[in-house]
């Protein structure tokens, strides 16, 4: 079992950054590939990136790429999510998840966090 807590979430103005992190509990947190996921009001919830349980390989949404970048600390059990040039269309609830399987489908996904909000003002 393993249990995801999101934080860092918040308000930023357009071209801002945040940081985005997500601790789990459990002694498995390395053997899991950790998963960003988003979801905005009214629409399904998308991939963001994915990093492989070593931290050695990712792979990032094309919305995600160049301005986002993941990492893991497995010593912490933490995944973190930098997210720079934050645009308005970025505006979502984050969620953080963890699969067996570096995986852009979010059903292969085993355990969720709560999500945090992300809020870009234009």
């Known amino acids: 079992q393993v249990q995801l807590v999101e934080s860092g979430g918040g308000l930023v103005q357009a071209g801002g950054s945040l940081r985005l992190s997500c601790a789990a509990s459990?002694?498995?947190?390395?053997?899991?590939?950790m998963g960003w996921f988003r979801q905005a009001p009214g629409k399904e919830r998308e991939f963001v990136v994915v990093?492989?349980?070593?931290?050695?390989?990712?792979y990032y949404a094309d919305s995600a790429k160049g301005r986002f970048t993941i990492s893991r600390d497995n010593a912490k059990n933490t995944v973190y999510l930098q997210m720079n040039s934050l645009r308005p269309e970025d505006t979502a609830v984050y969620y953080c998840?963890?699969?067996?399987?570096?995986?852009?489908?979010?059903?292969?996904?085993?355990?969720w966090g709560q999500g945090t909000q992300v809020t870009v003002s234009s």
């Open positions: 459990g002694r498995t947190f390395s053997s899991y590939a």
């Open positions: 990093i492989n349980w070593s931290g050695g390989a990712s």
């Open positions: 998840a963890a699969s067996s399987y570096s995986s852009t489908l979010s059903s292969q996904y085993d355990y």
